[in-house]
């Protein structure tokens, strides 16, 4: 019953539908008068909103005349017109919000609304798209409208020449997949110029299927990695280990349901309920535990044991036996004390992490000299880093050997493992499991273990998008999943009314008990169907199942067509076949998803397309997409879900009330329950998985905040680098900040600096800047704090002086520029590659009680400060060592034509630069030479010759020259920096 003041005022929902109808109106009365205008007017019509907004008119202003040109375009070019409905949900995107569509309500058209108006600013729309064929296809379906008003639309597409891709984000209009504008957002922040960017901005974006990008694949980070020089050969080592303990565990619980049988003929239920949870801990998908749990009394008795053992808190007896613990829900694999002693018979405790970090603070407590307090913490390092490596691998093999299987959550291809999106049922190349369990599934699987992988760049999907100004986006479920979009993107959710009534029928679950039973039903179902001429499209969790499904069709010579991630090629082809009459079409999860499934003649008469669901999802809304294929615009239509208690969700989120309509039921072979109790259940199970993931992708944020915030400040950096052409003033702040850095290091007093700590100052920053410090300290009380750091600053400022006139000020800023991004880029892949091993580290401090999110927030933002200070120091170092070889007048190492993302990150660039009067003849060098390492200090840009050295003649003096005296050979620099280098 509804509630009485949601009754009496209408839902919030209902209420955003009531306050678009006025501007819906408006637009629909402008339609006449648009219609009277020619093609060479409606194109005129978009100078003219530019020049109304150039004069200050805004945005809100112009839109309902923008929107009728839309309309009135697309009834032109595309033979289609916006229904109200469409213009309604037009303005929700143009508002920045959610809108809610059905399957067939013409998204893609609504779409052109908000695009066409915001585009008119000049700063650039992307519209979002889940694959590359969606992008072209709709770019170039919807290009035809916006042509006539004069507008430019484009879209991107994997390994897209520079200038392409450059004029693509110029254009008025882009399209594209969130991998593509995210990859070059990542790109473009690892470039040496601005000329090497393709990105102008993140201004407005509206995502299609966007609980698919948003929210499906937000879980997975986009990355740009490299290899590294890690060793794969533990992996292997392991590997054998870990077989044997798996092997060994599976004796056991086959002993356990051995015992449970034969106690449950005796009628002793306690201790058949152990054996059964003990074999439910140590493999939950054991073929035989799954033949007992076809008993609904089984599963109930289960399920009492566990409650009974964790009250007592002696849930540690039914784990002793076992090698490890699987427990699926939190889709881990832990070692138990008597694996641990398998797996290191002399020494268990080796795979033990104690807190280490009290024990370091120990030893600097101990009374011993401090070098042996230095080896014995290095040592204690030592260990726990092998030690939690070791671990690692191990749990990670177990997780692999437990919880992945093949044909499932991923495929084995041309030798490789190739991730199976878990939501698509698409392929990912490219992507690896992260944190070593892809190697792990590699050494499982017994194929090349490839080496792991180095972070260069990476950013997840949820910071992307907050980089926009204005965000939207348009799904046909997106409601179950409004308060995540409201809390991570600040987006609401409205759901539009479809413009023709739904007519399609849901019919309620079908529920057997064994898996057995349900795949011969559903096949049984598939026949009755294809027989009177209904086409079917039937949704799988995997790969796995759809092919199963089609093994036992073909016995029964159905004909029909597979689309998982196997076939995925012909995706579009399949699923647009799919209305035919009397086709049947199996496909994992949403694939084809974009795709319209339009009836051929004569299905209508049949009942529509009919749609069976295999098993339910996780999340409800991939259950609601499915069910969304059918019944589009009017169309009839029809669905069905069938479930076992085998399926997982049933398996592990499954209530008692399940278990108990069953028993009340007494079901028998073959026999099936439509029950609304059971599918409230199901719901229930859905959404605690909902809000489990949505607390992992909330996990996943929290973390990557808090690196947002320092690649912010990196990428800024960077930024203000490429974009200033003269950079002399942000030299010279660094150098103030590191001065300063070194000044708070020795906790000065404000008067009265002593010498002897001024000294070492002044050692420092000659070390620092290869010159002498020539600072003097007259009164023996010392100096206060304001006048030394005057003394330095002046003194700093002078001998950067001298350098700019040394390299010539024509160049010196180029020389900066190239020295500072080198140094940001090279201690900011050093900063991720110490950041990931932080976040693999930092779990592990649960175990000492630890929350792993503020250890990492606190190691985190101590490595930030080191970060900044080593950047700093590699500044001013590099600075004050550099000299320009005299074959090298005016480098141009900033322009790169082109920078390419490969499958391991791998970057190639060409610098160009001017040569001198000799040119240099010697080969190449396979790597960049950094400026600093060069043996003389040389300007060289990357990739290519080096110079030769310069050659010294000997002055023959009749005394010896000091140090710090003029070098005799008249070059006007001190000896020691000359030729007594």
């Known amino acids: 019953m509804k509630n009485p003041i949601v009754k009496m005022f209408g839902s919030k929902n209902e209420r955003e539908l009531k306050s678009l109808m006025p501007l819906t109106r408006q637009i629909g009365s402008l339609e006449e008068e648009m219609k009277g205008l020619s093609d060479e007017q409606l194109r005129e019509k978009t100078d003219l909103f530019r020049e109304r907004l150039a004069q200050g008119e805004t945005l809100d202003d112009i839109l309902p005349e923008a929107f009728t040109l839309v309309r009135e375009a697309a009834r032109r070019t595309v033979d289609m017109r916006h229904f109200d409905v469409q213009i309604m949900g037009g303005i929700v995107l143009y508002q920045g919000k959610i809108t809610e569509m059905k399957t067939g309500e013409g998204k893609t058209l609504v779409a052109t609304l908000p695009l066409y108006l915001i585009a008119l600013e000049g700063k650039g729309a992307h519209l979002i798209t889940v694959n590359d064929y969606l992008a072209k296809r709709d770019a170039t379906w919807m290009g035809p409208i916006y042509e006539l008003l004069g507008l430019k639309v484009t879209y991107l597409y994997h390994d897209m020449p520079h200038d392409e891709r450059m004029a693509a984000y110029d254009a008025d209009i882009t399209y594209g997949t969130n991998n593509e504008f995210g990859f070059d957002y990542l790109r473009d922040n690892m470039t040496d110029s601005i000329e090497g960017m393709v990105q102008r901005g993140h201004h407005y974006a509206i995502v299609d299927e966007v609980d698919s990008v948003l929210v499906d694949e937000a879980r997975t980070p986009l990355i740009i990695s490299g290899p590294t020089d890690s060793d794969t050969h533990l992996y292997a080592e392991v590997n054998p280990r870990i077989t044997n303990l798996v092997s060994r565990q599976k004796s056991i619980v086959n002993r356990y349901l051995k015992e449970a049988e034969t106690f449950l003929n005796e009628r002793n239920t306690e201790e058949a309920g152990k054996r059964l949870l003990q074999a439910e801990k140590g493999d939950p998908k054991n073929k035989r535990l799954l033949e007992f749990k076809e008993n609904p009394e089984n599963i109930k008795l289960i399920q009492k044991t566990e409650f009974l053992y964790n009250q007592s808190k002696s849930i540690s007896q039914i784990e002793e036996e076992l090698y490890f613990v699987i427990e699926e829900r939190g889709h881990s694999a832990t070692l138990t004390e008597q694996g641990r002693t398998a797996l290191s018979p002399s020494n268990p405790e080796k795979l033990i992490l104690h807190d280490y970090t009290d024990k370091m603070a120990q030893l600097d407590y101990a009374d011993l000299p401090k070098d042996e307090i230095f080896a014995q913490k290095e040592q204690l390092e030592k260990e726990y880093l092998e030690a939690s490596e070791k671990l690692h691998i191990m749990n990670q093999l177990l997780k692999a050997y437990s919880l992945y299987e093949q044909d499932v959550e991923y495929v084995i291809q041309d030798g490789k493992v190739v991730i199976v999106d878990e939501f698509t049922g698409r392929l990912m190349p490219g992507r690896r499991f992260g944190e070593g369990l892809h190697q792990a599934i590699e050494a499982k699987e017994g194929v090349t273990i490839q080496r792991d992988t180095q972070t260069l760049a990476t950013i997840t999907i949820q910071n992307y998008f907050r980089l926009y100004s204005r965000l939207a986006g348009m799904t046909g479920t997106a409601e179950t999943e409004a308060e995540e979009f409201l809390k991570i993107y600040n987006l609401e959710v409205i759901v539009i009314p479809t413009n023709e009534p739904v007519i399609r029928t849901d019919h309620t679950d079908r529920i057997y008990r064994t898996g057995k039973e349900k795949w011969k039903a559903i096949a049984d179902e598939i026949e009755e169907c294809s027989q009177k001429g209904q086409p079917v499209l039937v949704g799988t969790i995997s790969v796995e199942k759809s092919e199963l499904l089609a093994k036992i069709l ?53 009942g529509g397309l009919h749609i069976i669901g295999t098993e339910r999802h996780e999340a409800r809304r991939i259950d609601n997409q499915l069910r969304g294929r059918s019944g589009r615009q009017g169309d009839p239509g029809s669905s ?31 026999q099936n329950i439509d029950s609304s109790l059971v599918s409230k259940a199901i719901s229930s199970a859905q959404k605690k998985v909902e809000n489990r993931n949505f607390e992992i992708r909330k996990h996943l944020l929290e973390y990557d905040n808090v690196m947002n915030d320092q690649r912010s400040y990196i990428y800024g950096k960077r930024m203000d680098l490429l974009r200033h052409e003269d950079i002399g003033k942000e030299i010279e702040e660094t150098i103030t900040d590191l001065i300063e850095s070194k000044l708070e290091e020795y906790e000065l007093p404000r008067s009265g600096i002593s010498p002897s700590v001024a000294q070492d100052i002044f050692i420092w920053l000659s070390e620092l800047t290869r010159r002498d410090v020539e600072i003097d300290i007259e009164s023996e009380e010392g100096i206060s704090y304001d006048d030394f750091s005057k003394q330095l600053s002046s003194w700093t400022n002078s001998a950067l002086a001298d350098k700019h006139a040394e390299l010539g000020e024509d160049i010196a800023s180029h020389v900066e520029r190239f020295l500072a991004l080198q140094s940001i880029d090279k201690r900011w892949k050093e900063q991720l590659y110490e950041m990931d091993g932080l976040r693999e580290g930092v779990g592990y401090q649960a175990y000492a009680q630890k929350d792993p999110l503020i250890e990492y927030k606190f190691q985190s933002f101590n490595l930030f400060k080191d970060l900044i200070k080593n950047i700093n120091t590699d500044i001013v170092s590099n600075l004050f060592r550099v000299r320009i070889a005299p074959t090298v007048r005016k480098p141009s190492i900033w322009r790169i034509n082109r920078v390419q993302h490969k499958e391991y990150g791998q970057f190639s660039s060409r610098e160009g630069f001017e040569e001198g009067p000799s040119a240099v003849q010697e080969a190449a060098p396979s790597t960049a030479t950094a400026l600093a390492d060069h043996p003389d200090g040389y300007m060289q840009p990357a990739g290519y010759p080096l110079p030769q050295k310069r050659e010294r003649h000997q002055i023959v003096t009749s005394k010896k020259v000091g140090r710090n005296e003029p070098c005799p050979c008249g070059s006007g620099k001190k000896y020691k920096y000359c030729c007594g280098s």
């Open 640 to 670: 069905r879900f069938y479930l076992s208690l085998e399926d997982d969700l049933m398996r592990l989120f499954g209530s008692a009330k399940i278990s108990n309509v069953m028993l009340r039921m007494g079901m028998e072979e073959d």
């Open 554 to 606: 073909k016995r029964r010579k159905i004909s029909h067509e597979v689309l998982n991630a196997r076939y995925h090629e012909k995706e579009a082809q399949i699923i647009a076949k799919a209305g035919e009459q009397g086709a049947v079409t199996i496909a994992t999860n949403m694939a084809g998803r974009g795709t319209d499934i339009k009836l051929s003649e004569g299905v209508i008469e049949h």
